[in-house]
């Protein structure tokens, strides 16, 4: 079954310093997204992109966040000067046509 | 704004046992409601998708429908199994690709052997 893949599983960055967390959506899959998750609260949507730019995204989405699809394969998130409170699991995901969900793995960010 | 929530909690029962998972949202207009299942530090595992125009959909022991005009849904687990302990994650799409899911903060389940 295809699959969404993240890398790094787990980073650990100093506050203040830029991290990109990557993944590779399924191929045929039209829409990407990132979600993140806090320990012990929900899954919150970040930003959702089609057809090389940004659909939607959420209040958390500030400008310290940037989204990128360099090339036919990879999408990034880039956090440019990191937060103790960005500390999370970010979790990409991807949905074709009929707008089912399908999450990577994630990547454990720990800002110290 | 999207509210969405999930009855019970947390739930501990023995194995064998059929269960049912409850998930309720404030707003009917949605594209589709999606059942996810979390293990602990782990990512997020699709079990079910159920369209807005659907009222059920079947995945081996589980069984979740839809209720959109009243606003609920329902996870179905029958035979319950230790390896089924897990957090349930119920998410509704408000309209299709590019709305971000809106999701409740889950059931932890442990089905005890």
């Known amino acids: 079954e295809p699959e969404v893949t993240q890398t790094p599983s787990h980073q650990v960055t100093q506050m203040g310093q830029e991290v990109i967390l990557r993944c590779v959506p399924i191929s045929n899959h039209l829409y990407f997204y990132w979600y993140r998750q806090i320990l012990g609260q929900k899954v919150e949507f970040l930003v959702s992109f089609y057809n090389n730019e940004i659909s939607e995204k959420s209040e958390i989405f500030d400008d310290q966040f940037s989204v990128e699809r360099p090339d036919g394969s990879n999408f990034t998130l880039k956090i440019r000067s990191t937060k103790l409170e960005d500390s999370a699991m970010y979790f990409c995901?991807?949905?074709?046509?009929?707008?089912?969900?399908?999450f990577g793995s994630g990547t454990r960010l720990t800002v110290v | 704004k999207q509210e969405v929530t999930q009855i019970p909690a947390a739930l501990s029962v023995p194995e064998g046992e059929n269960l049912v998972l409850n998930c309720s949202f404030t707003?009917?207009?949605?594209?589709?409601l999606q059942w996810f299942r979390q293990d602990p530090g782990k990512g997020l595992t699709s079990l079910l998708l159920i369209q807005s125009s659907q009222r059920e959909q079947t995945s081996g022991r589980l069984n979740a429908s839809l209720d959109k005009s009243s606003g609920r849904s329902t996870l179905y687990i029958a035979a319950s199994q230790p390896g089924d302990s897990a957090t349930y994650l119920c998410a509704v799409n408000p309209g299709g690709g590019a709305d971000g899911l809106t999701f409740g903060k889950g059931t932890h389940l442990i089905i005890q052997p």
């Open positions: 995901a991807s949905s074709g046509r009929n707008y089912g969900y399908t």
């Open positions: 707003d009917s207009a949605i594209y589709n």
